[in-house]
């Protein structure tokens, strides 16, 4: 039997806190535990879009990953589609079609804020 000391290499998940700027839009962080730096994400306040009889069609809302390595690092607008596949009759395409008009104004106005944020100085 040897009586040198065994060894054996195990990985930890080493966690500090770290203090990060956060941008004006942002609304927080309601996870604090980010397991990598890469991990920490800015969220503005999200936006659903409806049509008819309350389908979502899509929500968007801003965001940025600062420390990504792998994607952006600017401020994007993220939009996601809701689930509005289905069938329609002639008046509810036409009310589906009104939402979507709508949606597409209200959606140009959150890239034109956007724009604001990555163009006019703001954060």
Known sequence: ??????????NLLVTKPLEIDEP?????????RAEFKVDVTH???ERAFTGPDGIELFRAMLTQSPFAQLSSTSVDLYVETGDFTGSYTPDEVEQ??????QAAEQLRAL?????????????
């Open 96 to 101: 589906l079609a009104d939402a979507l008009t």
């Open 24 to 32: 004006d839009w942002c609304i927080g962080h309601p996870n604090t």
């Open 111 to 123: 890239g034109q804020d956007l724009a604001r944020i990555l163009y006019g100085g703001g954060q």
């Open 1 to 10: 039997m040897s009586t040198e000391p065994r060894t054996a290499h195990v």
């Open 43 to 45: 969220y503005g306040p």
